[in-house]
Nanobody, 121 residues
Framework: QVQLVESGGGLVQPGGSLRLSCAAS????????MGWYRQAPGKERELVAR???????NYADSVKGRFTISRDSAKNTVYLQMDSLKPEDTAVYYC???????????????WGQGTLVTVSS
């Protein structure tokens, strides 16, 4: 009912930058929150950054001051600008969107397919 298309991952050297994008489409009445999670090999998935409907944001301590989450509400798209990347940022990054469906009026969580970010020299 709702599809997410992620893009922007890849290989970058330490200190470099990447920008991730996630576009939501489908049976969306409204979006409550959009966020990015990541999962490194052998580790649990963790929240990286999140932006809620009113515009408030929160970040993992490990990325504060380096990553910036933003959104384009007209395009149902969320972005993650990642600067000063470190090797420990290497992970699969997943987009997560909480929507109200037009079909049911109920809240529904949707996950993207994941995009790999590798920080290495």
């Amino acid at each position: 009912q709702v599809q997410l298309v992620e893009s922007g991952g890849g290989l970058v050297q330490p200190g470099g930058s990447l920008r991730l994008s996630c576009a939501a489409s489908g049976s969306i009445f409204s979006i409550n929150a959009m966020g990015w999670y990541r999962q490194a090999p052998g580790k649990e998935r963790e929240l990286v950054a999140r932006i809620i409907k009113g515009g408030s944001t929160n970040y993992a301590d490990s990325v504060k001051g380096r990553f910036t989450i933003s959104r384009d509400s007209a395009k149902n798209t969320v972005y993650l600008q990642m600067d000063s990347l470190k090797p420990e940022d290497t992970a699969v990054y997943y987009c997560n969107v909480g929507v109200i469906l037009t079909t049911s009026g109920l809240h529904h969580e949707v996950w993207g397919q994941g995009t790999l970010v590798t920080v290495s020299s």
